[in-house]
T-cell receptor, first 117, second 113 residues
Framework: NAGVTQTPKFRILKIGQSMTLQCAQDMNHNYMYWYRQDPGMGLKLIYYSVGAGITDKGEVPNGYNVSRSTTEDFPLRLELAAPSQTSVYFC????????????????FGDGTRLSIL | GDSVTQMEGPVTLSEEAFLTINCTYTATGYPSLFWYVQYPGEGLQLLLKATKADDKGSNKGFEATYRKETTSFHLEKGSVQVSDSAVYFCALSPYSSASKIIFGSGTRLSIRP
């Protein structure tokens, strides 16, 4: 059972470089999310998607972009890396039946630890 | 706005001790409440949940009861083990927005043998 798969697990970038964090899920979930977790802090929502072709900003979207061309994949793009983006990034997915408005739990990947130097 | 407040850590206990991690929330309407656990080097995993007032979520010996009158969802376990050492996050999902979960800042728990 793969669940939510994130790649890479670790990465070091120089200031101003760009990169894409990959996220894939095989559970046919409609909702996907990107969070960042700073040391000693909770998770902050960067972007989320309620289905293929639909994305929306979360709490801290500046400096990031996302796309959702398929149900399975939800990559996160950093265009101009800055030291403030040093963090651990988590991708998550869930199935939400909006007709029932019953909140289903999110399934998380193992995270990508990103350092910007 | 909606928010979650949980007790600061770290919390250090001896094996077989009783555990309580406090969590209170602020939300309009009737949110769903969750406890997630994060083991070292891993992502978050759902531990338990409750979707309406007076519901009790339970899993792996952990319990939490949805108390609307005190807006609380405290996590308890009667006898902790070394393997319970992890970071625990309280979270809520607003009724009006199934797409968002609001997390507390996490409580690190360490259990001594």
């Amino acid at each position: 059972n793969a669940g939510v798969t994130q790649t890479p697990k670790f990465r070091i970038l120089k200031i101003g470089q760009s990169m894409t964090l990959q996220c894939a899920q095989d559970m046919n979930h409609n909702y996907m999310y990107w969070y960042r977790q700073d040391p000693g802090m909770g998770l902050k929502l960067i972007y989320y998607s309620v289905g293929a072709g639909i994305t929306d900003k979360g709490e801290v979207p500046n400096g990031y972009n996302v796309s959702r061309s398929t149900t399975e994949d939800f990559p996160l793009r950093l265009e101009l890396a800055a030291p403030s983006q040093t963090s651990v990034y988590f991708c998550a997915s869930s199935y939400q039946d909006r007709g029932r408005m019953e909140d289903q739990p999110q399934h998380f990947g193992d995270g990508t630890r990103l350092s910007i130097l | 706005g909606d928010s979650v407040t949980q007790m600061e850590g770290p919390v250090t206990l001896s094996e077989e001790a009783f555990l309580t991690i406090n969590c209170t929330y602020t939300a309009t309407g009737y949110p769903s409440l969750f406890w997630y656990v994060q083991y070292p080097g891993e992502g978050l995993q759902l531990l338990l949940k409750a979707t309406k007032a007076d519901d009790k979520g339970s899993n792996k010996g952990f319990e939490a009861t949805y108390r609307k009158e005190t807006t609380s969802f405290h996590l308890e376990k009667g006898s902790v083990q070394v393997s319970d050492s992890a970071v625990y996050f309280c979270a809520l999902s607003p009724y009006s927005s199934a797409s968002k979960i609001i997390f507390g800042s996490g409580t690190r728990l360490s259990i001594r043998p």
